[in-house]
């Protein structure tokens, strides 16, 4: 059974930086696409990242977030992080780590319908 667990979220003060992780089970990053996504209060979920299945995969990232964030796969094969630096109170939101499982090597959304498998989410909040 896929599953995937975000942690690392909190509140931070503008300016600073979180490290969100998922760590997945059930199934081999090799074969699917990790994307994280973030749902603000009274908004639509929105992508944010993603990453290919591709060791030193491809990459995206939604303009709001470009410059700012990274997302990365750890050495360990089972997790994918987001290095968000420079945080600002529109980040404030519900951040979900997903899996798709990719039809080639380089594949990446930030289209929400794509993924099939979602982990629970972790809050980040962005406040002085």
């Known amino acids: 059974q896929l599953q995937l667990v975000e942690s690392g979220g909190g509140l931070v003060q503008p300016g600073g930086s979180l490290r969100l992780s998922c760590a997945v089970s059930?199934?081999?990053?090799?074969?699917?696409?990790i994307g994280w996504f973030r749902q603000a209060p009274g908004k639509e979920r929105e992508g944010v990242s993603c990453?290919?299945?591709?060791?030193?995969?491809?990459?995206d990232y939604a303009d709001s977030v470009k410059g700012r964030f990274t997302i990365s796969r750890g050495n360990a094969k089972n997790t994918v992080y987001l290095q968000m630096n420079s945080l600002k109170p529109e980040d404030t939101a519900v951040y979900y780590c997903?899996?798709?499982?990719?039809?080639?090597?380089?594949?990446?959304?930030?289209?929400?319908?794509?993924?099939?498998?979602w982990g629970q989410g972790t809050q980040v909040t962005v406040s002085s």
């Open positions: 990453i290919s299945r591709r060791s030193g995969g491809r990459t």
């Open positions: 997903a899996a798709k499982l990719s039809p080639n090597s380089d594949y990446i959304s930030l289209r929400e319908t794509d993924f099939g498998s």
């Open positions: 059930g199934f081999t990053l090799d074969h699917y696409a």
